[in-house]
């Protein structure tokens, strides 16, 4: 059985209860959270989310990049959020890659280089901060009072704010 046949089978004992309210594409708590692709970052189960409630959105590092700008300004101008929740966490895989390394190895393996940032970082911390202060100067974001950015740890589940007050610096 393939991954995606296992997944297609735990979908069809779930059957259709599914908690929240799936009426409108619009989110109840007007809040969109960017996250990283990892796996131990269960979302919904992290903050108790029902369907229906946030927008969730994912890449490698949870970096504010131009397809997330793009995704959160349709989100809060067409589907009214009005926050942002950014949620980096501790020992990401963007931490342990360097932008012109992954980009030699693909070039190397491909014959191509890639035209779009690998946004690798060593300190989550700045990373989040980098993260806030991109959304806060976007032009194309117009709630940008209620952005806050936290640091999941994978090992214990504790959230840890990171303080904004150096988002103009990064």
Known sequence: MTAIDELLKRNYELGTVVPGDRSSA???LQVAILTCMDSRIRV??????KQGEAHVLRNAGGVVTDDMIRSLALSQRKLGTREVLLVHHTN????????????DELEAETGLRPTWAVEAFKVVEQSVRGSMARLRRSPFIPHTDKIRGFVYDVHTGELREVDAVDTKAA
């Open 44 to 49: 919904f189960e992290i903050f108790g989310l």
């Open 92 to 103: 990401c895989g963007l931490e342990m890659v360097t932008e012109d390394d992954f980009k």
């Open 26 to 28: 619009k989110p109840s």
